[in-house]
Structure formats: C-alpha cells, structure tokens
C-alpha cells in the first residue's frame, strides 16, 4: 500500500506562482511513476503532469508548470507559474508501483485562481 499525501494548495491572483508538495509513504520502493492530475468542477480529471523514466506535461500547462521530485524520498512538487482562472481545480497526486502494477491517488489539495 501507498499513502499521498499533498500540501501547498490556496488561493492565489491570475499571473501569480504556487508550489504543490507530495509525500509517499508506504511501499514506496515499488513507486515507478509520480505526477499530478486536476479536476475542474464539472470537469473530468484531467493529467497535469508525470515523472518516472519520461516527464510529461499537459499542452496546457507546458512552459507554466514544472514538476520535479526526490526520486529517493518519493516526493514530488508541481511549480505552478503564470497561474491563469482556467487552472483553478482539486489537484490530485498519482503514484503507480510495478509489481503488481497499481495506481494511487491522494485526497487532493484545492488550488483557486482569481481574476
């Protein structure tokens, strides 16, 4: 079993920056890949970003957010730059172990942009 957990959601005005921490614990040997999604309300969840042996980011995010991680440690950041109203959402931390391949998701952390 692995358990995220997430900090560094809030409020914060259009162009402004926030920086989302996850901590894994549990199996975390097992942890190949960590990363970010997002659900807007009335939205589906939606991939933000990903780091394992490739790191991906969504059209919409690339240039404004960066993710980056203590592989050792398993934690995992999101710096979010130029933040626009669009990216107000509940984001959520993703792990997935290999063997068994599994996915896991945090509580998610509330972040909200005003114009």
């Known amino acids: 079993q692995v358990q995220l957990v997430e900090s560094g959601g809030g409020l914060v005005q259009a162009g402004g920056s926030l920086r989302l921490s996850c901590a894994a614990s549990?199996?975390?040997?097992?942890?190949?890949?960590m990363g970010w999604y997002r659900q807007a309300p009335g939205k589906q969840r939606e991939l933000v970003a990903t780091?394992?042996?490739?790191?991906n980011y969504a059209d919409s995010v690339k240039g404004r957010f960066t993710i980056s991680g203590d592989n050792a440690k398993k934690t995992v950041y999101l710096q979010m730059n130029s933040l626009r109203p669009e990216d107000t959402a509940v984001y959520y931390c993703?792990?997935?172990?290999?063997?068994?391949?599994?996915?896991?998701w945090g509580k998610g952390t509330l972040v909200t942009v005003s114009s």
């Open positions: 993703y792990a997935v172990t290999t063997t068994p391949r599994v996915s896991y």
């Open positions: 549990g199996s975390i040997s097992r942890i190949n890949i």
């Open positions: 780091t394992g042996v490739t790191t």
